[in-house]
């Protein structure tokens, strides 16, 4: 079974529309933001506000393409999957838990690279990364709890959707499985400042997307690769979760580490990519399972 053997009503998606969606509701919210604050002349807490906005960005958008299912006779259902049976989840820790630590090699050892050739730049990217809001072990209570929803709970569920769920989806429509999971983990690794790491990390949930044919995997592994972040973040500063690479010194001083761990992680991602890698002719999830639900 192919995407050709069936009615596929991604077809009718357009990923440019998702896109351009985004960047509106982001553009309509953040001119309200600053008229309301214009006017009114308050201050807005910078570690809520940002945490807020995520929320009514990717809730607005995540909606909006509700309605485009239910315009083009897409069925969430199909979308999810079942609640997966007997799946080895000890495995999946795993994965994750190498994962991360790849992504964490790749932040060292890209920006190492960039360092030596733009300086600049890779001060800025820092100087964003150590300033977004994740949970502080100084910041108040309510500030916490907020962020490691959004980080925890939010942020897998609707960026896994969006991504996986609908992109990936739509592109293996277009163009195959193949090039729908590469391109949109491309896409989804340059929307964060960690392209690589985040790019493969895109890849390895695409796969476990296509592999057990429900979002439930991926958006629990990407749930607990957040909270692990989250959680070396707290224990490593106390103060902001990339406290090993928050400045240029510690940069250049840990490059090794980077080096060090890519050596080690990257031959154990490439064996489970290589073990997994979806055929050329396979079928997106959605089709699966509308297939095994009308047979």
Not at 14 to 23: E, I, Q, S, T
Not at 152 to 176: C, D, S, T
Not at 249 to 263: A, K, Y
Request: proline share 4%; glycine share 6%.
């Amino acid at each position: 079974m192919t995407d050709q053997t069936l009615d596929n009503p991604f077809r009718k998606l357009k990923v440019r529309n998702l896109l351009l969606r985004g960047l509106l509701i982001s553009l309509s919210l953040g001119f309200a933001l600053g008229f309301v604050q214009g006017i009114t002349g308050l201050e807005f807490n910078n570690q809520v506000v940002p945490l807020i906005l995520y929320i009514l960005i990717f809730g607005l958008l995540c909606l909006w393409e509700l309605a485009d299912f239910k315009r083009f006779g897409i069925n969430l259902k199909y979308v999810v999957g079942r609640v997966p049976k007997n799946h080895r989840w000890l495995q999946t820790v795993g994965l994750v838990i190498l994962t991360i630590l790849f992504s964490l090699s790749a932040f060292l050892v890209s920006f190492y690279l960039l360092l030596l050739v733009a300086p600049s730049f890779v001060e800025g990217v820092i100087r964003q990364v150590t300033t977004n809001p994740s949970p502080r072990s100084s910041a108040p209570l309510f500030d916490n709890l907020l962020a490691a929803m959004v980080y925890v709970v939010i942020g897998p569920i609707a960026e896994e959707f969006l991504f996986r769920g609908i992109i990936l989806q739509r592109w293996a429509a277009k163009w195959g499985i193949r090039s729908a999971l590469v391109i949109s983990s491309l896409l989804f690794g340059i929307l964060h400042a960690n392209v690589l790491g985040l790019s493969i990390f895109g890849i390895i949930m695409g796969v476990l997307y296509i592999k057990t044919r429900t979002l439930i995997v991926p958006m629990a592994s990407h749930a607990l690769n957040n909270f692990l972040a989250v959680t070396m973040g707290l224990f490593s500063s106390g103060s902001n979760p990339t406290s090993s690479v928050n400045s240029l010194e510690q940069l250049r001083s840990n490059w090794w580490l980077g080096v060090l761990l890519m050596l080690v992680t990257l031959p154990l991602l490439v064996r489970f990519l290589s073990q997994n890698w979806p055929r050329r002719d396979a079928a997106a999830p959605y089709l699966i399972n509308a297939f095994q639900d009308e047979a």
